[in-house]
């Protein structure tokens, strides 16, 4: 499976700044590198470009994402809530979602965001099996939202 970001996904970083481009990349490679035969889904939203693994095409069915922002990336946990943070490094107060905010990847807690990983992806996993659906790990990038009007970079 190739690494290299799709076509969209590259239009869509031009507008941040090339460190938070970077950042975002960077992000995306750690992610993929552990979890290739996920979909990748791509949210070009009006305040942020978000994209997510899943273990299928859907938005509910994502264990991780990164938002990008004007400033700085998100590196979050779409069901967050649900997994073990002993250091509690993670930020967020909603019912779902937990995110760490990356200015600087030399400063990313690789070692603790892969067992984080690990715990979300077994329980997106769980959450298919109880829903009775069938994973469909194929390694794909789906674009699945463009947002005509955007409230960031341009």
Not at 48 to 69: E, P, R
Not at 71 to 91: M, N, T
Not at 109 to 129: F, V, W
Request: aromatic residues 12%; contains cysteine.
């Amino acid at each position: 499976m190739a690494k290299e970001a799709p076509s969209d996904l590259e239009k869509f970083l031009r507008p941040f700044p090339k460190d938070v481009q970077a950042n975002a990349l960077w992000l995306r490679e750690f992610v993929r590198d552990l979890y290739p035969l996920c979909n990748e889904l791509i949210y070009d939203g009006p305040y942020a470009l978000a994209f997510g693994w899943s273990t299928t095409d859907k938005l509910g069915d994502t264990f991780c994402s990164i938002a990008v922002y004007s400033k700085y990336v998100h590196f979050g946990f779409y069901r967050g809530c649900d997994i073990a943070d002993p250091e509690q490094r993670l930020s967020g107060k909603g019912n779902q979602y937990r995110y760490l905010i990356v200015h600087d990847t030399k400063e990313f807690p690789k070692t603790y965001i892969k067992k984080l990983l690990k715990e979300a992806y077994a329980n997106s996993l769980t959450r298919l099996t109880i829903a009775n659906k069938k994973p469909a790990l194929q390694g794909l990038t789906i674009t699945k939202s463009i947002s005509p009007k955007k409230r960031r970079p341009s």
